[in-house]
């Protein structure tokens, strides 16, 4: 019998096998810059593409939490009012984040079971009419709660109360659903590699619009996750640190890797495989964590661990069987088990084999 284990983490996920190829490859000092920025170009461009801008996308390396607070500390100073929207340990963490360096942040929380519903925008209005932030937050897909926030009612909002910065975290969204950062009003778009991109936990993106870049340079946050130093890269061609090869050949690849396929199909694929995986669940007695009315994601489902099973005994059952996923954080910590369908698991052959193992492990 061969065995494999059943990959369902939603993050770091399997790497995708163009991706593999260029990791293997030899970058060495034998390469010039203008190789690297072209290639830098390009993948900007390809990622600039699936966030829906055609503003400027700065690659960073690192992962995807260098971006979030890259962008909060190259766009606030201490004093300066948020507003975060959290329907989630991401859109709750980063209001945290912001208060960490001084800013004052109003923190619109909301039930974590679910997305934000129109019913919602009222609470979120009254506390940009009251306090007048320089920033609003929001997270795209909030990964520990398997749920996707319509982001565009909020940059309506963004647009009509005139708050100067939108930012969004779609890293666990970015090439696995649609994301419209030019049409959401949306400043800064935060992306990361080791989810839908199936790239190694490496580097980070930010789509940067023109306002941000202003407020980025009046500023002036100086510091390793500082995004400023990247404005120039395509037109001067200095990077601000080592050109990291082999992070962005394989952002390039995982991008193109979406591009063949077709951006269109591959969200239909994400989400043909997290109702497969609902639809599953539902049959094999499972509930899922999210409220009926809730947006499910196409990337991650969040469900109840049986009952008569603790998290690390499920975690344990489920591994005997070959599948491997994950636990939850926050309130979800010791309730829930994540699937990851997100990049090169959004494949319904893994989905049915995750659900046999789940199937197996229930005795059924
Ligand atoms: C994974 C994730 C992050 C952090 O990305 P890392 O690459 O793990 O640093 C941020 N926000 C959301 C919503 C995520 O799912």
Redesign the pocket.
């Known amino acids: 019998m061969s065995y494999a284990p059943i990959p369902m983490v939603?993050?770091?996920v399997a790497l995708h096998e163009d991706v593999i190829a260029v990791l293997g490859r030899d970058y060495g000092s034998g390469q010039v810059e203008s190789d690297f920025l072209c290639l830098y170009d390009a993948t900007s461009r390809s990622i600039g593409k699936l966030m829906g801008t055609k503003d400027d996308v700065v690659l960073m390396t690192?992962?995807?939490?260098?971006?979030?607070w890259g962008a909060l500390k190259s766009c606030l100073k201490p004093g300066d009012h948020v507003v975060s929207v959290g329907t989630?340990v991401?859109g709750d963490g980063i209001g945290e984040m912001a208060e960490s360096f001084g800013c004052i942040v109003e923190k619109v929380s909301l039930p974590y079971d679910c997305s934000i519903r129109e019913s919602d925008l009222a609470a979120v209005e009254e506390a940009i009419r009251r306090v007048k932030p320089v920033m609003l937050t929001a997270?795209?897909?909030?990964?520990?709660s398997g749920t996707l926030n319509p982001i565009g009612l909020l940059g309506k909002l963004k647009k009509d109360l005139g708050v100067p910065l939108f930012y969004v975290?779609?890293?666990?969204?970015l090439g696995g659903a649609p994301v419209h950062m030019d049409e959401w009003n949306v400043d800064l778009m935060?992306g990361?590699?080791?989810?839908c991109l199936s790239c190694p936990?490496s580097m980070?993106m930010v789509g940067v619009s023109a306002a941000a870049w202003e407020r980025m340079k009046e500023v002036n946050y100086q510091g390793y996750d500082a995004i400023l130093p990247f404005r120039t890269v395509r037109t001067d061609g200095r990077c601000p640190y080592t050109p990291n090869w082999h992070g962005v050949a394989a952002l390039y690849a995982g991008t193109q890797a979406i591009f063949k396929e077709g951006m269109d199909a591959a969200f239909a694929r994400h989400e043909a495989v997290a109702a497969q995986c609902r639809a599953g669940l539902a049959e094999l007695g499972i509930k899922l964590w999210t409220a009926p009315d809730a947006v499910n994601a196409p990337t991650?489902t969040a469900a109840m661990i049986p009952e008569g099973f603790t998290w690390p005994e499920w975690k344990e059952a489920l591994r005997r069987h070959g599948l491997i996923c994950t636990g939850s954080f926050g309130p979800m910590d010791g309730k829930v088990f994540r699937l990851g369908h997100m990049g090169t698991q959004a494949q319904p052959y893994l989905m049915e084999q995750a659900l046999d193992a789940i199937a197996a492990t229930l005795g059924k």
């Open positions: 939603p993050g770091p690192g992962e995807g939490m260098l971006a979030l989630g991401f997270v795209h897909c909030e990964t520990p975290d779609t890293v666990a969204g935060l990361g590699s080791q989810k936990p980070s991650v």
